[in-house]
């Protein structure tokens, strides 16, 4: 069983940068890796993927360029650095893992979530 811890979230003005960390209690490797949020009122949306190695990384329109995910299978880590934010990135944001993943994109093909940390990008 794979537990995941998000850290690091928090106010930020437009503009600014966040890094946040997904950290998991088991051996991380095996694991295929993504990151979601979820705003107030809204449907959970994907937000980046990594491939078990971390080699491989894909990432939705609205975030590309501007956030970057990075995985650490040493210290079963993943970060997401998040630069250029805008009040429209508010939200929690999840960590996600599963063994196998057809569809990056769609959170049911995640088994494995953390509780979510909050961003907040004020303008």
């Known amino acids: 069983q794979l537990q995941l811890v998000e850290s690091g979230g928090g106010l930020v003005q437009a503009g600014g940068s966040l890094n946040i960390s997904c950290a998991a209690s088991?051996?991380?490797?095996?694991?295929?890796t993504a990151w979601f949020r979820q705003a107030l009122g809204k449907e959970r949306e994907f937000v980046a993927c990594?491939?078990?190695?971390?080699?491989?990384?894909y990432y939705a329109d609205s975030v590309k360029g501007r956030f970057t995910i990075s995985r650490d299978n040493t210290k079963n880590m993943m970060n997401l650095q998040m630069t250029s934010l805008k009040p429209e990135d508010t939200a929690v944001y999840y960590c996600?893992?599963?063994?196998?993943?057809?569809?990056?994109?769609?959170?049911?093909?995640?088994?494995?979530w953390g509780q979510g940390t909050q961003v907040t990008v004020s303008s």
């Open positions: 996600a893992a599963d063994l196998k993943v057809h569809a990056a994109p769609r959170s049911t093909e995640y088994n494995y």
């Open positions: 088991g051996i991380f490797s095996p694991f295929f």
């Open positions: 990594t491939t078990r190695s971390g080699s491989s990384t």
